[in-house]
Nanobody, 124 residues
Framework: QVQLVESGGGLVQAGGSLRLSCAASGRTFSSYAMGWFRQTPGKERELVSTISRSGGRTYYADSVKGRFTISRDNAKNTVYLQMNSLKPEDTAVYYC?????????????????WGQGTQVTVSS
């Protein structure tokens, strides 16, 4: 069982930066691949980025490639999403999620544990 708590969301102007954090409970954080997803009203949850258990493998959606960076600190049971050059279309609720699937899983149904989400709003 893993409990996830996101933080770091907020309101930022276009071109600005935010750093999301996701703190996990439990002593087996390094056993989980981690992902960041986002969702806007009326749309399906969208994959943003994933990172493997060791941090050696990452994946980014084309829409955020080159602007967002995912990382993890297994000693602190935390995964991060550094978001730079933010655009209004990045506005969404961002969720972190944990998966036991090896590698960097990309489908929401591969993730068993989810945080409550944090709102990111980018103004133009």
């Amino acid at each position: 069982q893993v409990q996830l708590v996101e933080s770091g969301g907020g309101l930022v102007q276009a071109g600005g930066s935010l750093r999301l954090s996701c703190a996990a409970s439990g002593r087996t954080f390094s056993s989980y691949a981690m992902g960041w997803f986002r969702q806007t009203p009326g749309k399906e949850r969208e994959l943003v980025s994933t990172i493997s258990r060791s941090g050696g493998r990452t994946y980014y959606a084309d829409s955020v490639k080159g602007r967002f960076t995912i990382s993890r600190d297994n000693a602190k049971n935390t995964v991060y999403l550094q978001m730079n050059s933010l655009k209004p279309e990045d506005t969404a609720v961002y969720y972190c999620a944990a998966s036991i699937v090896v590698g960097s899983p990309q489908r929401p149904n591969e993730y068993a544990y989810w945080g409550q989400g944090t709102q990111v709003t980018v103004s133009s």
